[in-house]
């Protein structure tokens, strides 16, 4: 089993920047990506940005703004968010997958955090 655990969501105005970080613990040894999804209120959950590899790729609406990055170990995975707009604002979750380049796809992840609530006002 692999447990993920988010943490660095707060409240930031807009402009802002958070760094989210996911902890991962448990088997990691099937795990073959990792991504950030997020769920705003009365919305549907939506890929944000993934890693497998040396592949990622990030939704169009966080292009330029988003990045990811994870260790070596593959303990933790982090999500840079810079130049934050209200439309970020958001629950966001990490996801862990044991398909090779599972890309922004949420059914094709296995493992889901609990979620960081990210909110930016203006």
């Known amino acids: 089993q692999v447990q993920l655990v988010e943490s660095g969501g707060d409240s930031v105005q807009v402009g802002g920047s958070l760094n989210l970080s996911c902890a991962v613990t448990?088997?990691?040894?099937?795990?073959?990506?990792m991504g950030w999804f997020r769920q705003a209120p009365g919305k549907e959950r939506e890929g944000v940005v993934y890693i497998s590899g040396a592949r990622t790729n990030l939704a169009d609406s966080v292009k330029d703004r988003f990045s990811v990055s994870i260790n070596a170990a593959w303990t933790t995975l982090h999500l840079q968010m810079n130049s934050l707009q209200p439309e970020d604002t958001a629950m966001y979750f990490c996801?862990?997958?044991?398909?090779?380049?599972?890309?922004?796809?949420?059914?094709?992840?296995?493992?889901w955090g609990r979620g960081t609530q990210v909110t930016v006002s203006s």
């Open positions: 448990g088997d990691k040894s099937r795990l073959r990506s």
């Open positions: 996801a862990a997958s044991t398909t090779w380049y599972a890309d922004l796809a949420a059914q094709d992840y296995n493992y």
